[in-house]
């Protein structure tokens, strides 16, 4: 059974940081391009940055050299550490992975809530 768990969401003020995680359970994790998305109330959900094991980043023009996208393969888990946080940043953060082999399986987290607040 394919599970994706987010953590490390919260309530931030402007200009401070959060590392959101997220560990995949029941994947062969080194074929999947991981992803992080976000969707904020009112709007469509967007690509925030994706990476694959090959070493492939991309990211969204509006978090470039602010966000940065990781991955541990040993430990099935992708990382998005966020440093100068704004307010407009705020929204639920979903990971995503889509397999890059094979029949082409997409699955999601549920999602962690990210407030940029002062």
């Known amino acids: 059974q394919v599970a994706l768990v987010e953590s490390g969401g919260g309530l931030v003020q402007p200009g401070g940081s959060l590392r959101l995680s997220c560990a995949a359970s029941?994947?062969?994790?080194?074929?999947?391009?991981m992803a992080w998305y976000r969707q904020a109330p009112g709007k469509q959900r967007d690509m925030v940055a994706t990476?694959?094991?090959?070493?492939?980043?991309n990211y969204a023009d509006s978090v470039k050299g602010r966000f940065t996208i990781s991955r541990d393969n040993a430990k099935n888990t992708v990382y998005l550490q966020m440093n100068s946080l704004k307010p407009e940043d705020t929204a639920v953060y979903y990971c995503?992975?889509?397999?890059?082999?094979?029949?082409?399986?997409?699955?999601w987290g549920q999602g962690t809530q990210v407030t940029v607040s002062s």
């Open positions: 995503n992975a889509l397999a890059l082999l094979g029949p082409q399986h997409d699955y």
């Open positions: 029941g994947i062969l994790f080194e074929i999947y391009k």
């Open positions: 990476s694959t094991s090959g070493g492939s980043t």
